[in-house]
Structures are given as structure tokens and as C-alpha cells.
């Protein structure tokens, strides 16, 4: 079976702070997929990045960047220097390649930049 | 591309009716799934397609649940008869069936029995 656990339900921080999102999965398929989507208050599911199993090398891309960890199991998301259109719920998600895309969501993270 | 499309966005109706929410996944994508957002459970895959086919439908509450996928770009989930306890917004996403690609999702329908 397969979980995702993200620990933090709601971050709250000023504008230009960065924000670091934790998210930990459980899964026995040695080949799968990571990753995170956002959901701003309009509602739809956004999605920002993603990472295979076999790829561990951390990215930047813009203001987003991504700590991905297979010994601990761990896929983190920062947000730097982050802005008030970045408050939103966070969502991490695993694919195992035997699932054939289908999603298995954490809780979500709820992020909310003060001004 | 105007993307996952579905409808209505907003749907209030009385517990025992019948509700049918529609979906018109981004042409070109071959698989389709239907997620339910609730406060208590989050995000839960109801029923995925492939191929228009169903694949596997485990996450589909009960009985009272049904989806179908007639052509390559429409899906319905009906719920029959609806209870209170189906509140909630249900998300169509469509994605390649490739290992690792993106699903792109609806904006979803906020579904409300009163």
C-alpha cells in the first residue's frame, strides 16, 4: 500500500520568508513518481513539479526548489522568497509506476503569507 | 488547450436525488480519474480510466456510485441516491498513460446535499 504523510497542516510566514514543505511517502514499488501540487483558494489542483525514483539530484526552477531523499524516504519543497500568491494548500503525491498514474495524495500543507 | 473541463461547477440538491456530474478531459489524454476532496479524508481516488475503460473502481464509496466513460472525451459520475455525507468537491483529471506524466485537473464540482 501505499502513504504519503505530510506532518505540517498549516505554515504561516512573512512575505519574502522561505517556506520549506516536508513530505515523507511509503511505498514498496522500487520505481515510482513524486510530486507536489498546488491548490490556491480558487480551488482547481495545480501542478509544479515532479521527480522519478531513480533521479536524486535536487532542482531549482525560479522560486521553487525541491529536496528529494530516497534513504529517508523524504520529497521537501521550498518556497523562496516567498510572496503573498503563494498561500495556498500544498499537496505532495506519489505514483508508482505499477499504479498507472494513479495519485496518492498527503493531507496537504496550508501555507498563508502575511504581507 | 482549455483543459479539463467539468460541470456544473456548483451543485446543491435535496438527499434522495439524483445528481450527475460531467467531465471533458483534455483531448489527446487517454486516462481519466475521478478524485473526491473532503475536509476528513482529503483527496481520494474514486475510479480511473484507461482507454475509456474502467480500470480499477475500488475507491468508489458504494452501490449508490457509478461512472462511465462513453467516448475518448466525456465521463459521468452519477450518484443515486445522494446523502448528505457526498458533500464535497469532486476533481476529473486527465493525464497520458505514461509512467510519471502529470495529471491535469477540473476545476472541480462543489457538490452540497442538504
Known amino acids: 500500500a501505499q502513504k504519503v504523510t505530510q506532518a505540517q497542516t498549516e505554515i504561516s510566514v512573512v512575505e519574502k520568508e522561505d517556506v520549506t514543505l516536508d513530505c515523507v511517502y511509503e511505498?514498496?514499488?522500487?520505481?515510482?513518481?513524486l510530486f507536489w501540487y498546488k491548490q490556491p483558494p480558487s480551488g482547481e489542483l495545480v501542478f509544479l513539479i515532479r521527480?522519478?525514483?531513480?533521479?536524486?539530484q535536487n532542482e531549482i526552477s525560479g522560486r521553487y526548489s525541491w529536496n528529494f531523499q530516497k534513504s529517508t524516504s523524504s520529497f521537501n519543497f521550498t518556497i523562496t522568497a516567498s510572496q503573498v500568491v503563494d498561500s495556498a494548500v500544498y499537496f505532495c503525491?506519489?505514483?508508482?509506476?505499477?499504479?498507472?498514474?494513479?495519485?496518492?495524495f498527503g493531507g496537504g500543507t496550508r501555507v498563508l503569507v502575511k504581507p | 488547450d482549455a483543459g479539463v473541463i467539468q460541470s456544473p461547477r456548483h451543485e446543491v440538491t435535496e438527499m434522495g436525488q439524483e445528481v450527475t456530474l460531467r467531465c471533458k478531459p483534455i483531448?489527446?489524454?487517454?486516462?481519466l480519474f475521478w478524485y473526491r476532496q473532503t475536509m476528513m479524508r482529503g483527496l481520494e481516488l474514486l475510479i480511473y480510466?484507461?482507454?475509456?475503460?474502467?480500470?480499477?473502481d475500488s475507491g468508489m464509496p458504494e452501490d449508490r456510485f457509478s461512472a462511465k466513460m462513453p467516448n475518448a472525451s466525456f465521463s459521468t459520475l452519477k450518484i443515486q441516491p445522494s446523502e448528505p455525507r457526498d458533500s464535497a468537491v469532486y476533481f476529473c483529471?486527465?493525464?497520458?498513460?505514461?509512467?510519471?506524466?502529470?495529471?491535469?485537473f477540473g476545476q472541480g464540482t462543489r457538490l452540497t446535499v442538504v
Open positions: 511505498t514498496r514499488d522500487t520505481t515510482y513518481y
Open positions: 483531448s489527446g489524454h487517454n486516462s
Open positions: 480510466f484507461n482507454n475509456n475503460v474502467p480500470i480499477d
Open positions: 503525491a506519489l505514483d508508482p509506476e505499477a499504479a498507472g498514474n494513479k495519485l496518492t
Open positions: 483529471a486527465s493525464s497520458m498513460h505514461s509512467a510519471g506524466t502529470e495529471a491535469f
Open positions: 521527480r522519478n525514483s531513480f533521479d536524486e
